[in-house]
């Protein structure tokens, strides 16, 4: 099926390398106009560049974000706010992972603070350009089925002891995907849409910081991972397809709808995840 994303905007974060980068590349060779967040702008200039050199869409722009800062994260959105009219497509790509147990500059564990609750406040602060796009727009948040391997405990989030960076970014990938169900709940009878996904086990450098075991660990996985571009396939699926026009609330794998584990599901805990969100962030969604 031919698809073209001609006229859409699509914001993406992490989008100077890897995953985020060959979603963006697809999406640019479709038409869509893109708006790159990325931490490092010099990074995230030169992969547009390529981009525009390899699709011939000079329809991008790369604007500075941080998630691992709410003031960067405020600024950042109040730009796009100022500066565009309607936005069609959230693409969460961004994640983390740290080797130790470091605090965000608002003094969280900075993969939950990164890869959870920046996301959250990102998503919450842009719904208003989601919700003025003509026609559906959609939130794709990129999570793991790493997932599965950890119980949350919401008033842990912020644990320093005993830290464990597998467990940690498991911790997060699993609030992704009780964020994006509790978001589609909330978003129900609107024209905005909220999907995750679980891209593979990808050949990136995502774990460069790691060493000891850990990286000991991620490398035995090496004879099984996938290019950026397989890794990409379900992120670009859920951004542009029409054959998930108005689906929402559903985790995909390689372009299917899969089930996520148990305690994704638990209503209760996603309720609570959202209430911690909102207290930790100062910001209440407005739906």
């Given at each position: 099926m031919t698809?073209?994303?001609?006229?859409?905007?699509?914001?993406?974060?992490?989008?100077?390398?890897?995953?985020?980068?060959?979603?963006?590349e697809?999406?640019?060779?479709?038409?869509?106009?893109?708006i790159?967040a990325?931490?490092d702008?010099?990074?995230?200039e030169?992969?547009?560049?390529e981009?525009?050199r390899?699709?011939?869409?000079?329809?991008?722009?790369v604007?500075p974000?941080d998630?691992a800062?709410f003031?960067?994260i405020r600024?950042?959105?109040?730009?796009?706010?100022r500066?565009?009219d309607?936005?069609d497509?959230?693409?969460?790509?961004?994640?983390?992972?740290?080797?130790?147990?470091?605090?965000?500059?608002?003094?969280?564990e900075?993969?939950m603070?990164?890869?959870?609750?920046?996301?959250f406040?990102l998503t919450?602060?842009?719904?208003d350009?989601?919700k003025?796009?003509?026609?559906r727009?959609?939130?794709?948040?990129?999570?793991?089925m790493?997932?599965?391997m950890?119980?949350?405990?919401?008033?842990k989030?912020?644990?320093?002891?005993r830290?464990?960076?597998?467990r940690?970014?498991?911790l997060?990938?699993?609030?992704?995907?009780l964020?994006t169900?509790?978001?589609?709940?909330?978003?129900n009878g609107t024209?905005?849409?909220a999907n995750?996904l679980?891209?593979?086990?990808v050949?990136?450098?995502?774990?460069?910081?790691l060493t000891?075991?850990?990286k000991?660990?991620?490398a035995a996985?090496?004879?099984f991972m996938i290019p950026?571009?397989?890794?990409?396939?379900t992120?670009?699926?859920?951004?542009?397809?029409?054959?998930v026009e108005?689906?929402?609330?559903?985790?995909?794998i390689r372009?299917?709808?899969a089930p996520?584990?148990k305690q994704?599901?638990?209503?209760a805990?996603?309720?609570r995840?959202?209430?911690?969100s909102?207290q930790?962030?100062?910001?209440?969604?407005k739906l």
């Amino acid at each position: 099926m031919t698809m073209t994303m001609t006229g859409r905007r699509v914001l993406l974060t992490g989008a100077n390398a890897g995953i985020g980068k060959a979603t963006a590349e697809a999406l640019a060779k479709q038409g869509a106009a893109l708006i790159l967040a990325c931490r490092d702008t010099a990074k995230g200039e030169a992969a547009a560049n390529e981009i525009t050199r390899s699709t011939g869409n000079e329809r991008i722009e790369v604007l500075p974000l941080d998630l691992a800062s709410f003031a960067s994260i405020r600024a950042f959105a109040d730009r796009v706010n100022r500066n565009y009219d309607k936005l069609d497509v959230l693409v969460n790509n961004a994640g983390i992972m740290m080797d130790e147990w470091t605090p965000t500059a608002d003094g969280l564990e900075t993969i939950m603070g990164v890869n959870h609750f920046g996301t959250f406040l990102l998503t919450g602060l842009l719904l208003d350009q989601l919700k003025a796009s003509s026609g559906r727009s959609r939130i794709v948040t990129v999570s793991s089925m790493a997932h599965r391997m950890y119980k949350l405990n919401v008033d842990k989030l912020n644990e320093q002891r005993r830290y464990m960076p597998n467990r940690a970014y498991g911790l997060s990938k699993l609030a992704n995907i009780l964020f994006t169900y509790e978001l589609a709940r909330r978003l129900n009878g609107t024209d905005v849409t909220a999907n995750c996904l679980h891209p593979g086990i990808v050949r990136t450098s995502f774990a460069k910081r790691l060493t000891g075991l850990e990286k000991l660990s991620f490398a035995a996985l090496k004879p099984f991972m996938i290019p950026v571009e397989k890794g990409a396939a379900t992120s670009i699926y859920l951004a542009s397809s029409p054959e998930v026009e108005g689906v929402t609330g559903k985790y995909f794998i390689r372009c299917q709808e899969a089930p996520s584990s148990k305690q994704s599901r638990d209503l209760a805990l996603a309720q609570r995840l959202w209430e911690e969100s909102e207290q930790v962030t100062g910001y209440s969604y407005k739906l």
